[in-house]
């Protein structure tokens, strides 16, 4: 066979997988609805649960549930039949994903949950399947042409299954109010808190910050930038941003006369200033253009004013530390 006969096998393969998903918008009705106001509702958890190939797509979505703030987790029907089925409770939500719905193996766990008035989510492709007979909400899968080439293989029917379930995500997300605000603190590590970090996150505040008021001596402001480590101090003026002085500023001042060691004669006058909210990933890519290690932080509402309150520095190694790059 031929190699490039790959890429014609894999770009088929997609090709009836993609036409196969556009048929996921005869579920969004009335069912779709009733899920989404079912599952904002719930006082408990949300128990998703499937065998096979289903269960693997069960367990994505209780983790993308879980990941937007949203209690969840993945019961296995095989470990509910041995104890597991004590940890859903009635004020719990049952979300079961079966493309048949007529797995054996979801009997049990249908009838504790029946048992115990669970409310159940049935997800499946035939409404008269055993799953959804039981279900309080029954959401239709369409009959789907699998993407293989014996047309047997869960491929667009594991696909479509995912892709319900991420538009149940998506759409509890938007009613929730969900913010990256609110993302970044269930994302604290990986790369994609790493994305969601701001200038305010990382830069140092309060006390940390080297900062002298304008009428101080020399001396002083190579104490304070000695005391603090972060190789600069920041100048202030009735408490306001007024010069930027860094190490090499200083050492420069060391063989100039007593008149031109004042503080207002060294530095850099009206530095450059970032805003709090902005990305850290942005704020490295700035200190890198121009060859600087500080940025000086303030609020949203200072930045364009002309007199600016510091409220914190960021220097390049707490960007480091942190693995942000650009």
């Given at each position: 066979?031929?190699?490039?006969?790959?890429?014609?096998?894999?770009?088929?393969?997609?090709?009836?997988?993609?036409?196969?998903?556009?048929?996921?918008?005869?579920?969004?009705?009335?069912?779709?609805?009733?899920?989404?106001?079912?599952?904002?509702?719930?006082?408990?958890?949300?128990?998703?649960?499937?065998?096979?190939?289903?269960?693997?797509?069960?367990?994505?979505?209780?983790?993308?549930?879980?990941?937007?703030?949203?209690?969840?987790?993945?019961?296995?029907?095989?470990?509910?039949?041995?104890?597991?089925?004590?940890?859903i409770?009635?004020?719990?939500?049952?979300?079961?994903?079966?493309?048949s719905?007529?797995?054996?193996?979801?009997?049990?766990?249908?009838?504790?949950?029946?048992?115990?008035?669970?409310?159940?989510?049935?997800?499946?492709?035939?409404?008269?399947?055993?799953?959804?007979?039981?279900?309080?909400?029954?959401?239709?899968?369409?009959?789907?042409?699998?993407?293989?080439?014996?047309?047997?293989?869960?491929?667009?029917?594991?696909?479509?299954?995912?892709?319900?379930?991420?538009?149940?995500?998506?759409?509890?997300?938007?009613?929730?109010?969900?913010?990256?605000?609110?993302?970044?603190?269930?994302?604290?590590?990986?790369?994609?808190?790493?994305?969601?970090l701001?200038?305010?996150?990382?830069?140092?505040?309060g006390?940390?910050?080297?900062?002298?008021?304008?009428?101080?001596?020399?001396?002083?402001?190579?104490?304070?930038?000695?005391?603090?480590?972060?190789?600069?101090?920041?100048?202030?003026?009735?408490?306001?941003i007024?010069?930027?002085?860094?190490?090499?500023?200083?050492?420069?001042?060391?063989?100039?006369?007593?008149?031109?060691?004042?503080?207002?004669?060294?530095?850099?006058?009206?530095?450059?200033?970032?805003?709090?909210?902005?990305?850290?990933?942005?704020s490295?890519?700035?200190?890198?253009?121009?060859?600087?290690?500080s940025?000086?932080?303030?609020?949203?509402?200072?930045?364009?004013?002309?007199?600016?309150?510091?409220?914190?520095?960021?220097?390049?190694?707490?960007?480091?530390?942190?693995?942000?790059?650009?």
């Open positions: 066979m031929s190699k490039k006969n790959y890429i014609n096998i894999a770009n088929k393969s997609a090709s009836i997988q993609i036409n196969e998903l556009k048929k996921i918008k005869s579920v969004f009705n009335d069912s779709f609805i009733k899920a989404v106001d079912l599952i904002l509702g719930c006082k408990g958890k949300i128990v998703f649960s499937g065998l096979g190939k289903s269960g693997l797509i069960a367990r994505k979505i209780s983790a993308t549930f879980s990941s937007v703030g949203i209690p969840s987790f993945f019961c296995h029907p095989s470990e509910a039949l041995h104890g597991d089925l004590g940890q409770e009635k004020k719990d939500l049952l979300i079961i994903f079966s493309y719905g007529n797995t054996s193996e979801l009997s049990n766990m249908l009838k504790y949950a029946n048992r115990f008035r669970i409310k159940i989510i049935g997800v499946a492709s035939n409404k008269n399947s055993i799953l959804l007979k039981a279900s309080d909400i029954k959401i239709v899968l369409p009959k789907v042409k699998e993407a293989d080439i014996i047309g047997m293989v869960p491929t667009s029917s594991t696909s479509i299954s995912l892709l319900l379930g991420d538009c149940l995500a998506t759409t509890v997300m938007q009613q929730k109010n969900f913010s990256k605000d609110k993302f970044k603190v269930f994302h604290p590590g990986g790369n994609i808190g790493k994305s969601l701001l200038a305010k996150d990382i830069m140092v505040t006390n940390k910050i080297p900062s002298i008021d304008q009428n101080k001596t020399f001396q002083e402001a190579l104490k304070e930038m000695n005391k603090k480590k972060l190789g600069c101090v920041v100048v202030t003026n009735n408490n306001k007024s010069r930027f002085i860094s190490d090499g500023d200083l050492r420069r001042a060391l063989n100039k006369s007593t008149n031109n060691k004042k503080l207002s004669n060294i530095g850099k006058k009206n530095p450059f200033v970032i805003n709090e909210n902005m990305p850290a990933s942005k490295l890519a700035i200190m890198s253009e121009k060859k600087i290690t940025l000086l932080v303030v609020s949203g509402q200072d930045r364009n004013k002309q007199n600016k309150k510091l409220k914190g520095i960021i220097h390049i190694h707490f960007l480091i530390q942190r693995g942000i790059d650009q």
